[in-house]
């Protein structure tokens, strides 16, 4: 048999018809679309219907794992569930790592689609002898941990534990800012497709599957993992916690900017996890602050100590590792209170409960990550819904009454976690924040959308985009706005792209700080490329923090040749990706999108200008530099619409 690295079938679901049916791709529908992300888009933008409803029937959810999970490669553990947004109406995925994605592949499937709405609650459940639908009625209600762990005891009665991916409450109540959980609180938790799961009455899918996945060239496979794994365990010693602060601060005053190699973010990934950019982001001005309005000098040194790295690590029991990661950044913790034990807050949970709303109550963050976990529901819209409804009131826009009593003010911890609580279950003023900020303006009208941020309807991360023009624009331009785990300028800096692709931007060991506001045309190649090597990331399931080591030490291109033979060149591979690219545009353009309708607000481009902290006078010309962006893909510079020859490159038949 030759061995491939991918398993050669996907499954379709239809819950309307309670049917479920196997399909056969050609090696040619994987040699240009790979998989993961690709053959997501492969099969959505054929089988979905100009204009569907994202939360009716024709749309459709995907389940994927990447080309190279379950290979032998390091860091390429991770899922992609994809579908039409509800909460921007465009093209929508969400990323997950933990355990489930080479469970999708041990089952015999690519990728696992569901179409339909099932006319009562359902789970779907796949093993080596069984594909059927069931009941949910039991866990219909639970929260996404106690679904999960009902599911583990009682879905396979023999063997070993099935892997379970669910929703919670926030999904069955179809709030547009809710996502779908693995692992007991690792979460797909962007673009709301959370909701679609709701809207489909399909609690979880659980998956306990025995089949080999196998590479082409293992012993090949095993030699680039070694050097992968060499890089990802040197670790010498680094700062404590606090002085984390104090590091980020130095990065602000300095006029000039060394070029980050990405093993420095490595050894603090390994040691604290993500939480390690809890103090030095605020003092560099990567994290927005007090609903994007604030800045370094309202979150200070005492403000964000209590949430220094050391606090999550002191608490920790026990690290976690998604499968095939040698580094582990994620951690179980312990906790006083209703729940004892918690994932490790991420960054961007810490700081869009934190910073964002001007919270250092450390423990009602610890409380709230589990709570939203438990819901499923996004941390980081979740925060950006509570610090714009907390200007709101500052603004005197709403009152008391409208609120139900809370006094919403900047770092009322009381009033916050009340407020959240309210929001997962839907209840009262919780309600018209429950499906993100975008659609509280709709709810709250009285000229509110002057405090809410967001890129085409989606909350964007703890990244400012003052800070770092590169995320200014990939919040803008991707088919899924508001994201930021697909591009910014210091990403470029660690993947170190131009040491193994021709003809991208090389940057140089040391450059003047203000020079990446100035130049939009560079700035735009080097977006591009970026685009094209993350849609390579999510083809293959890989991590983005993997890629930060290097691309010739996380060598992606060498992996995905000697998994499936196809002995291309990473120009090759980056030409598909970009084709890959252009079919998630043509995606939203066949369902009515206006791609420059999707640019990020004008606060988080410094418009107007902040007058104080580490993005004084700053201000991202966008519009220049989408125009140059799309260009680089072969799409029209003023609408970000695939031109023919772009369109012509894309096959489009399934």
Same mark, same amino acid.
């Given at each position: ?30 040699e240009?679309?790979?998989?993961g992300?690709? /053959? ?24 994927l ?6 290979t032998?490669s ?16 465009t093209w ?11 469970e ?8 696992i ?13 796949? +093993?080596?002898? =069984?594909?059927?639908?069931? +009941? ?13 762990e009902?599911l ?23 709030? *547009? ?14 673009s ?11 609690k979880? =899918?659980? /998956? ?12 090949e ?23 984390t602060?104090?590091?980020?601060? /130095?990065?602000?005053?300095?006029p ?6 990405? /093993? ?12 390690a ?19 370094s000098?309202?979150?200070g ?7 220094n790295?050391?606090v999550?690590?002191k ?6 590792h998604?499968?095939?990661?040698p ?5 179980i ?10 994932h ?16 250092d109550d450390?423990?009602?963050i ?5 709570v939203?976990?438990?819901?499923g ?10 610090a714009?409804?907390?200007?709101c ?12 009593? *809370? ?6 911890? +009381? ?19 429950? +499906? ?22 989606q ?7 003052r800070n770092?023009p ?7 331009v ?19 792209l131009?040491? =193994? ?9 040391m450059?003047?700080?203000?020079s990446?506001y ?21 083809a ?9 080591i ?5 060598? *992606? ?33 066949k ?13 988080? *481009?410094g418009?107007?200008v ?5 993005n ?6 966008i ?10 893909f ?5 609408t ?15």
């Amino acid at each position: 048999m030759t061995r491939k690295g991918y398993m050669g079938k996907i499954l379709m679901v239809d819950l309307s018809k309670g049917t479920i049916e196997e399909e056969v791709l050609p090696d040619s529908v994987y040699e240009k679309y790979l998989g993961g992300m690709g /053959l997501g888009a492969y099969v959505l933008y054929n089988r979905i219907p100009k204009g569907a409803d994202p939360l009716g029937p024709d749309n459709m959810l995907g389940f994927l794992p990447g080309l190279l999970t379950g290979t032998g490669s390091l860091f390429t553990g991770r899922w992609m569930v994809v579908g039409k947004s509800p909460l921007t109406g465009t093209w929508g995925d969400a990323n997950c790592g933990g355990t489930f994605s080479p469970e999708i592949k041990r089952c015999g499937y690519d990728g696992i689609f569901v179409k339909g709405i099932s006319p009562k609650p359902v789970y779907l459940y796949i +093993d080596d002898r =069984v594909k059927e639908l069931r +009941d949910a009625a039991d866990v219909w209600g639970m929260d996404a941990v106690e679904t999960e762990e009902y599911l583990e005891k009682n879905a396979k009665k023999t063997g070993k534990k099935p892997k379970v991916a669910c929703i919670g409450p926030a999904g069955e109540k179809v709030s *547009l800012i809710s996502g779908i959980s693995t692992n007991k609180g690792r979460m797909a938790a962007r673009s709301g497709l959370g909701a679609v799961m709701g809207s489909k009455r399909l609690k979880a =899918v659980v /998956l306990s599957g025995n089949k080999r996945i196998e590479a082409y060239n293992k012993e090949e496979m095993k030699k680039i993992s070694q050097v992968c794994d060499f890089w990802s365990r040197i670790q010498p010693p680094f700062v404590t916690g606090p002085m984390t602060a104090f590091v980020g601060a /130095l990065m602000r005053i300095l006029p000039t900017v060394l070029t980050q190699d990405g /093993l420095l973010y490595k050894i603090m990934l390994k040691k604290w996890g993500t939480v390690a950019m809890n103090q030095m982001s605020p003092e560099m001005g990567d994290s927005p602050i007090k609903n994007w309005k604030g800045s370094s000098k309202d979150w200070g040194f005492m403000k964000s100590y209590s949430s220094n790295p050391d606090v999550f690590t002191k608490c920790e029991t026990v690290k976690f590792h998604c499968y095939s990661c040698p580094v582990g950044c994620g951690g179980i913790c312990t906790m006083e209170g209703k729940y004892t034990h918690t994932h490790k807050p991420e960054y961007e949970t810490v700081l869009s409960l934190g910073g964002l709303c001007m919270n250092d109550d450390v423990d009602a963050i610890f409380y709230l990550n589990e709570v939203l976990n438990r819901a499923g529901m996004d941390t980081i819209s979740a925060g950006h819904a509570v610090a714009f409804a907390i200007e709101c009131f500052e603004e005197g826009v709403i009152t008391k009454n409208d609120t139900d009593g *809370l006094e919403l003010t900047w770092g009322n911890s +009381d009033a916050i976690v009340k407020l959240i609580e309210k929001m997962v279950k839907r209840e009262g003023f919780g309600h018209v924040l429950a +499906d993100g900020v975008k659609q509280a303006v709709v709810r709250i009208g009285r000229n509110s959308e002057t405090y809410a941020v967001h890129a085409g309807g989606q909350e964007p991360a703890m990244h400012d985009s003052r800070n770092d023009p590169g995320f200014a624009l990939h919040y803008s331009v991707e088919a899924t706005p508001g994201r930021h785990t697909l591009g910014s300028h210091l990403y470029y800096e660690m993947y170190q792209l131009w040491k =193994v692709v021709k003809g991208i931007p090389k940057l140089p060991p040391m450059y003047l700080k203000g020079s990446k506001y100035k130049n939009s045309e560079k700035q735009a190649k080097i977006g591009a490329a970026n685009s094209r090597y993350m849609t390579l990331v999510n083809a293959t399931g890989a991590c983005l923090f993997g890629s930060f080591i290097g691309a010739r030490r996380f060598r *992606l291109f060498d992996w995905m040749n000697a998994a499936t033979g196809w002995n291309l060149t990473p120009n090759q591979y980056m030409d598909l990706a970009g084709d890959i690219h252009t079919l998630k545009q043509a995606f939203n353009v066949k369902h009515g999108i206006e791609p420059m309708e999707l640019k990020i607000s004008d606060r988080a *481009l410094g418009r107007p200008v902040q007058s104080e902290g580490a993005n004084k006078g700053r201000t991202i010309e966008i519009e220049e530099m989408m125009a140059h962006y799309w260009e680089e893909f072969g799409w029209d510079q003023a609408t970000g619409k695939p031109g023919r020859e772009a369109m012509d490159r894309i096959t489009v038949g399934a």
